[in-house]
C-alpha cells in the first residue's frame, strides 16, 4: 500500500513538471507570435541581446556608389570614397537598438555643424536608416543604398589631421575673401564640457555679397585629429550667429566659432579655408591653451 502510495506521489509531481514546462513554451510562443517572431527564433532561450550595428560598413555593390560609413558613440557617419581620399556626406545621430528585432529602423538627423564644413556634406535633416539581415539600407540624394559590414580604414578620412598643403600664418588671402585670424578663449559648452572660442575676421573682396558659413570652412585640431563644433551659449563673449551674417562687398566681419576640447592641455590648431576652392590653400594660427584664459 506504502509502495502504491509512493508511486501514485512521484507520478503526480512527474505530470506537474510536465504541465509547467508545457505551460512556460506555450508561454514562448504566444509571446514570439504576439511580436510576430517565428518560433525557429527561439530555440534558444537566454538573455536577450540587442543587435550590435557598430563599427565599419561598405557599399555593397561598389559599382552603385562608393559609400563608406562608420557608426560609434550614438552617431552615424558617411564619407564618399574619392580619388583624392574620403569627403563627409553625412554626420547624423545613432540610436542603439534594445533588443534583437529585426528590422531596425531609425531616423538620423543631420549634425549640420559638420556637414555644412564639407564639400560633399548632405543638405538634408534627416535619412531613414533600416537594418535586415545583415543589411544596412537608406536613401541618399534619392538613390538607394545598401551597405554590409565591411572595413575600409576609418583611421585614414579625410578630416584627420590638417589637410591644407599651403598654410598662411595668421592672415592671408583666400580667393575674393582676406582672412585675420585673430585670437582665443576657454569656455564650455551647454553640459559642461570644456571648449574653446576662436575669433577671426574675413572681409569680402567679392562682387557680391556673402556670408563666411556658405563661403569659408573652418578647421580645428589636436594631436592631429579633428574636433567637433562645440554649442557654447550665446553671451557677452560669444556669438553664435556670427558665422551666418551676410557681408557686404568690400566690408568685414568678425566670426566667432567653438569647438569641444579632446585635450584640456594639448595645443590647437585652427584653420581657415575656402568652400568648394580647388587649392589646398589655409590661414592658420596655433594657440597655447595653457596660455589662454
Same mark, same amino acid.
Given at each position: 500500500?506504502?509502495? #502504491?502510495?509512493?508511486?501514485?506521489?512521484?507520478?503526480?509531481?512527474?505530470?506537474?513538471?510536465?504541465?509547467?514546462?508545457?505551460?512556460?513554451?506555450?508561454?514562448?510562443?504566444?509571446?514570439?507570435?504576439?511580436?510576430?517572431?517565428?518560433? #525557429?527564433?527561439?530555440?534558444?532561450?537566454?538573455?536577450?541581446? &540587442?543587435?550590435?550595428?557598430?563599427?565599419?560598413?561598405?557599399?555593397?555593390? &561598389?559599382?552603385?556608389?562608393?559609400?563608406?560609413?562608420?557608426?560609434?558613440?550614438?552617431?552615424?557617419?558617411?564619407?564618399?570614397?574619392?580619388?583624392?581620399?574620403?569627403?563627409?556626406?553625412?554626420?547624423?545621430?545613432?540610436?542603439?537598438?534594445?533588443? @534583437?528585432?529585426?528590422?531596425?529602423?531609425?531616423?538620423?538627423?543631420?549634425?549640420?555643424?559638420?556637414?555644412?564644413?564639407?564639400?560633399?556634406?548632405?543638405?538634408?535633416?534627416?535619412?531613414?536608416?533600416?537594418?535586415?539581415?545583415?543589411?544596412?539600407?537608406?536613401?541618399?540624394?534619392?538613390?538607394?543604398?545598401?551597405?554590409? #559590414?565591411?572595413?575600409?580604414?576609418?583611421?585614414?578620412?579625410?578630416?584627420?589631421?590638417?589637410?591644407?598643403?599651403?598654410?598662411?600664418?595668421?592672415?592671408?588671402?583666400?580667393?575674393?575673401?582676406?582672412?585675420?585670424?585673430?585670437?582665443?578663449?576657454?569656455?564650455?559648452?551647454?553640459?559642461?564640457?570644456? @571648449?574653446?572660442?576662436?575669433?577671426?575676421?574675413?572681409?569680402?573682396?567679392?562682387?557680391?555679397?556673402?556670408?563666411?558659413?556658405?563661403?569659408?570652412?573652418?578647421? @580645428?585640431?589636436?594631436?592631429?585629429?579633428?574636433?567637433?563644433? @562645440?554649442?557654447?551659449?550665446?553671451?557677452? /563673449?560669444?556669438?553664435?550667429?556670427?558665422?551666418?551674417?551676410?557681408?557686404?562687398?568690400?566690408?568685414?566681419?568678425?566670426?566667432?566659432?567653438?569647438?569641444?576640447?579632446?585635450?584640456?592641455?594639448?595645443?590647437?590648431?585652427?584653420?581657415?579655408?575656402?568652400?568648394?576652392?580647388?587649392? /589646398?590653400?589655409?590661414?592658420?594660427?596655433?594657440?597655447?591653451?595653457?596660455?589662454?584664459?
Amino acid at each position: 500500500m506504502k509502495k #502504491r502510495n509512493i508511486f501514485f506521489l512521484l507520478l503526480t509531481f512527474i505530470l506537474v513538471l510536465i504541465a509547467v514546462a508545457e505551460a512556460g513554451v506555450l508561454f514562448v510562443m504566444v509571446n514570439t507570435i504576439i511580436h510576430k517572431e517565428s518560433p #525557429r527564433q527561439i530555440q534558444k532561450y537566454g538573455p536577450i541581446v &540587442p543587435l550590435d550595428l557598430s563599427g565599419e560598413w561598405i557599399q555593397s555593390d &561598389p559599382e552603385d556608389g562608393n559609400h563608406v560609413l562608420r557608426i560609434a558613440d550614438g552617431s552615424i557617419e558617411i564619407y564618399l570614397n574619392n580619388e583624392d581620399g574620403y569627403s563627409l556626406f553625412w554626420a547624423g545621430s545613432f540610436d542603439p537598438p534594445v533588443n @534583437a528585432r529585426e528590422p531596425y529602423r531609425w531616423k538620423s538627423k543631420n549634425d549640420t555643424e559638420r556637414t555644412s564644413q564639407s564639400p560633399s556634406g548632405s543638405e538634408e535633416k534627416s535619412i531613414k536608416f533600416t537594418y535586415r539581415d545583415g543589411v544596412l539600407s537608406y536613401k541618399a540624394d534619392g538613390s538607394a543604398v545598401e551597405a554590409v #559590414r565591411g572595413s575600409w580604414g576609418y583611421e585614414n578620412v579625410s578630416n584627420v589631421g590638417p589637410q591644407s598643403s599651403s598654410r598662411f600664418a595668421e592672415s592671408g588671402d583666400l580667393g575674393d575673401y582676406h582672412i585675420e585670424i585673430g585670437g582665443a578663449q576657454l569656455s564650455s559648452d551647454v553640459s559642461g564640457e570644456p @571648449a574653446v572660442i576662436v575669433t577671426y575676421s574675413w572681409t569680402n573682396n567679392s562682387e557680391a555679397a556673402a556670408s563666411a558659413m556658405v563661403m569659408l570652412i573652418e578647421r @580645428a585640431f589636436q594631436n592631429g585629429v579633428q574636433l567637433t563644433s @562645440a554649442q557654447v551659449p550665446d553671451d557677452a /563673449n560669444y556669438n553664435a550667429d556670427s558665422v551666418s551674417i551676410t557681408v557686404e562687398p568690400g566690408s568685414s566681419q568678425i566670426i566667432q566659432r567653438a569647438f569641444l576640447l579632446d585635450d584640456p592641455n594639448a595645443n590647437l590648431s585652427f584653420e581657415v579655408s575656402e568652400f568648394l576652392s580647388q587649392s /589646398n590653400e589655409a590661414v592658420a594660427k596655433d594657440f597655447d591653451l595653457s596660455a589662454l584664459s
